[in-house]
């Protein structure tokens, strides 16, 4: 694409194809050189069901997104989500060689293959095997072993794995657009790169993005990504909430939703809204609220009780950090704090640049982030070597950098 500082994000969301184009410069910073969207159809729930419809919609975004960057895009970072990924912790132990003594690269590699090896339905493949912490000789939290002196190495992963058809099938759709797929990653990862800073994912922060269709959320407890998922429930399932109980369109369900309404039931007034468009027809502001709260309070419930069960809430040293379009809607952040009983913070950003300010909107998230995941990466590859297949090798940029 004419320069390899020069990385491609694409997100194909429930409610939009969106295509971002930055530039990593040699100081660490992103600057954006475009951006391209379009509203999406074929999507359910964060995956693909209509193939064909969502090239048309890919296609359009593209076009604008090589317009405004003036790049031509032939890769892309591809987000993935969906109820099918799942997560686990597992620890990985071997015996380090007497003759050997000194940690190797194939002891690290050795340590990460079994530490991987643990039951996952077999039509499922692993996306990303992120490093948490390394132990030599009982020696806690090792940053990097290697060279070190030891006769046991244990090492920590936590590892997120989905059905494998169910992601060709994402990667097969961009491929016929053209375009190639550098890599995948699941959407969390992705948009903590630019939410979270070192020193939230230090002292212990979870990180909740709200779409469309889905609800993906990371946690990170002592710099390490220690739990992770994907709830099939997003904005609009509170908007058509909204139009069942009203009888009213999608459309001005979601305006009302918008302009009106609010997640939390703080502070609620009684009051009469007019429904723009239906005229004649009022809502009472507290059923209105009382529809958003419950299915608001359902999604977020499905994340915090087993964060809760693990004891990980009271690490949270940092709080809860909000993105992604419907993060924005009114009250989400009260409720949000209500249910985890821990404050919600002001998402912080990495030093970005660009003609546009796009990218701090917490709808952008997700593919600025992997703009910064693609940089990333780039830098570990001439201490890595050729780059391996596709999702075995975020560790080597997660758990270092993060």
Do not use: W
């Not at 003594?101 to 039951?119: F, G, H, N, S």
């Amino acid at each position: 694409m004419g320069s390899s500082n020069i990385y491609v994000g694409l997100e194909v969301g429930t409610s939009k194809v969106c295509i971002v184009v930055g530039e990593a410069r040699s100081d660490g910073a992103i600057k954006i050189l475009g951006v391209g969207q379009h509203p999406s159809a074929g999507v359910r729930k964060g995956e693909i069901v209509d193939p064909d419809t969502v090239q048309t919609c890919l296609h359009d975004a593209l076009s604008r997104a090589e317009e405004r960057s003036e790049v031509e895009i032939n890769t892309v970072f591809l987000a993935v989500t969906g109820s099918h990924i799942q997560s686990l912790n597992n620890r990985g132990t071997i015996r380090v060689a007497d003759e050997q003594m000194e940690i190797t690269p194939e002891d690290l590699e050795e340590v990460k293959k079994i530490a991987r090896d643990v039951p996952i339905p077999k039509e499922n493949g692993y996306i990303h095997s992120i490093i948490q912490h390394y132990y030599v000789d009982g020696q806690e939290k090792v940053l990097n072993p290697l060279g070190m002196v030891g006769q046991k190495l244990e090492a920590d992963y936590h590892i997120i794995h989905g059905v494998k058809t169910r992601i060709q099938n994402t990667i097969k759709c961009v491929r016929e657009v053209p375009l190639e797929v550098e890599d995948i990653v699941f959407s969390p990862v992705a948009a903590a790169q630019v939410v979270l800073n070192r020193e939230a994912k230090n002292e212990g922060a979870l990180l909740i993005d709200i779409g469309g269709g889905t609800t993906d959320y990371i946690c990170f407890v002592d710099g390490a990504v220690v739990a992770s998922g994907c709830v099939t429930v997003g904005g609009d399932h509170i908007t058509n909430d909204i139009a069942l109980v009203l009888k009213i369109p999608l459309a001005r369900a979601e305006k009302l939703k918008v302009s009106h309404g609010s997640a939390s039931l703080r502070n609620m007034e009684s009051r009469e809204i007019e429904i723009e468009g239906e005229a004649g027809k009022t809502v009472d502001q507290e059923l209105l609220n009382q529809i958003m709260n419950a299915r608001a309070s359902e999604m977020l419930n499905v994340i915090a009780e087993p964060l809760k069960k693990q004891g990980l809430l009271d690490k949270l040293g940092k709080g809860i950090f909000l993105t992604g379009g419907s993060s924005l809607m009114n009250g989400i952040g009260d409720l949000t704090e209500d249910i985890f009983g821990i404050p919600v913070q002001k998402s912080g950003s990495a030093t970005m640049s660009g003609p546009t300010a796009l990218f701090e909107n917490p709808q952008y998230a997700t593919p600025v982030g992997l703009i910064r995941y693609a940089q990333l990466l780039d830098e570990q590859k001439p201490k890595s070597g050729p780059l391996s297949k596709l999702g075995e090798r975020f560790e080597k940029i997660f758990g270092r950098k993060g």
